[in-house]
């Protein structure tokens, strides 16, 4: 397969790369998010995966780059693509539980609450207009914003709002072996909730089950002047059935064909579905020589921190294909 | 007078205006700073001052944008100028004590504590490289960074900072009737506790008797590429005059002219001896037709939120001084 699915008819001269950083608490249920070596830890990931971006290196943790089962953490993809490109990353804090060691865009949401049992993101209004603010910003000083995310446990939000929004959704995980049936159960609780409660407009949905990532990226996809690009599998397509629900026209998206290839997903047909063009990169992971790496061709991690999106960006600006797979592998090499 | 005491030399085709916002706990020493109704509410002022700016109004509270004594506050001086100019304002936290209700480059910082007893930014360091992030990010999108501040008791910190390094300079106050004996015995405390710490070196006295927006100006002073301007008055001084300190040249100053005529203060000498250059913006409040704008002319606020830095910019791209002092008048006469 190609790097990318297909050629993208983008040009650039100031773009920009983003993450949207949050907490949702459902990533604390256990077995929900392999985003972090237990549940609670997994409230920490988007602080220190934006530190290793920011840096080169986790230093306010003895911590490792990798996923517990020892996969190099997508961040370090995204942060092989800074080193190539020299771009500087902004990330944007849209409601963290602990605060970032490194400067963020900081929106002053609330992590998001367990939509099981209250609304998830109750100031998803005002985080709206927050977002709002910082397409209008971001607008300013560039004409390309690649916009990535890292929330755990976002992939089971996104399952929310896509089957409240009426999708058959069936969404990705960060596990080998996705926890459908937990996922379905939370789904399925909600659903209930949501009924009882009348919620079916789409700005009800993201306040009820939502996330703050969500509510920021609608916020600035509604402002952006430039070209949006989503950076991300299932929540991005989330952010995208938002907007659409709420009669825009959804903003592409860039991910990995990782993402499009999990079978217990049905990602592609989705993205057909919502009418979001999707494009994917092939970064041939399994023939890169890195064991952890290769493990994303077989379904572990997948897409997180706009990885996709960063190899996506470092292609349109003129990188070639090996030129990005061998600055990986030796940025991903550097921290064994 | 001019409107510019001298007119500036800068080129500038992507500027950016943006402030920081910080607290000291000495504003809330009784009689410290005139920047809130009560000591204690100084510490509000940055967060209220940036909704003004960002939003046109303050909607978070039930407070007006004038000062305890009727004065307009200098943030509508600023809001008026990006409501003329198009300009979107950044707003950067360096430390407060209260969450902003609008999106801040957020460095993570705490609220400078009271020098008098201990070290005023113990994390000053981390500070400084914090800000020496925001340079270089801002220096990816900008040519020009037009950088104010706000920071309630900051010409305390700003006496204390020169006086440490040697100076023999007489501050600025946002009263009328300068406290200069409070603040002279604040210095004198911290002076002694210096002296008996062995505290000389600029890094140390940043962190000894600093606050948090001098941190932060000193680090992003350090890495910014482009034209630097520091929009302020003494407090813009301490800054220049750490990095003088340091062995680094000193970058620009852009202030009103009521700060350069407050007689209890030296602020042409201190930056004569410092070695920046000053430009003093003149905006005419006097013959406005304004009486609270008028009582900057006999010393009252004189300066705050990069008020000054503001019309300087606004005039250097290109607005007449007559359209920078009609918008002035319209901005704040909507207020009463």
Same mark, same amino acid.
């Given at each position: 397969m190609p790097f990318l699915s297909h050629p993208p008819d983008i040009c650039a001269e100031s773009p920009v790369f983003a993450s949207i950083l949050a907490n949702t608490l459902l990533s604390t249920v256990p077995g929900v998010s392999g985003a972090g070596p237990t549940p609670e830890k997994t409230l920490l990931t988007p602080a220190l995966d934006a530190e290793l971006i920011a840096r080169g290196e986790i230093t306010s943790m003895p911590v490792?780059?990798?996923?517990? %089962? *020892?996969? =190099?953490?997508? #961040?370090?993809i995204t942060r092989a693509v800074m080193e190539l490109t020299g771009l500087f990353p902004l990330f944007i804090n849209a409601g963290l539980t602990h605060t970032p060691t490194v400067p963020c865009l900081d929106l002053y949401g609330s992590p998001g609450a367990?939509?099981?049992?209250?609304?998830?993101?109750?100031?998803?209004?005002?985080?709206?207009?927050?977002?709002?603010?910082?397409?209008?910003f971001l607008g300013g000083y560039s004409d390309l914003l690649v916009l990535?995310?890292?929330?755990?446990?976002g992939t089971t939000t996104a399952l929310c709002v896509l089957r409240a929004l009426g999708y058959d959704a069936r969404v990705s995980s960060s596990f080998v072996k996705n926890p459908v049936g937990i996922k379905e159960e939370i789904?399925?609780?909600?659903?209930?909730?949501?009924?009882?409660?009348?919620?079916?407009?789409?700005?009800?949905?993201?306040?009820? %089950? *939502?996330? =703050?990532?969500? #509510?920021v990226a609608t916020g600035i996809a509604r402002t952006y002047p430039g070209t949006l690009v989503l950076a991300g599998g299932?929540?991005?397509?989330?952010?995208?059935a938002l907007l659409r629900a709420s009669g825009r026209q959804p903003p592409r998206i860039a991910t990995?064909?990782?993402v499009r290839d999990d079978q217990t997903a049905n990602f592609s047909a989705m993205a057909g579905a919502i009418g979001t063009d999707v494009t994917y990169v092939d970064p041939g992971f399994g023939d890169?020589?890195?064991?952890?790496?290769?493990?994303?061709?077989?379904?572990?991690?997948?897409?997180?921190?706009?990885?996709?999106?960063?190899?996506?960006?470092?292609?349109?600006?003129?990188?070639?294909?090996d030129?990005?797979?061998?600055?990986?592998?030796a940025t991903v090499s550097a921290y064994r």
């Open positions: 490792r780059p990798n996923t517990p %089962t *020892g996969c =190099p953490t997508p #961040a370090s367990d939509p099981r049992y209250t609304d998830a993101v109750p100031a998803a209004g005002e985080l709206v207009q927050r977002g709002e603010w910082a397409g209008t990535g995310e890292c929330v755990p446990g789904s399925g609780q909600v659903l209930d909730r949501l009924r009882s409660a009348g919620i079916t407009t789409p700005a009800a949905i993201l306040r009820a %089950t *939502g996330d =703050p990532m969500m #509510a299932t929540q991005m397509l989330a952010v995208a990995t064909c990782y890169l020589g890195h064991a952890g790496l290769a493990r994303y061709c077989i379904g572990e991690v997948k897409e997180g921190m706009g990885a996709g999106g960063a190899m996506f960006l470092a292609h349109l600006l003129g990188f070639s294909p030129e990005i797979r061998k600055q990986i592998f």
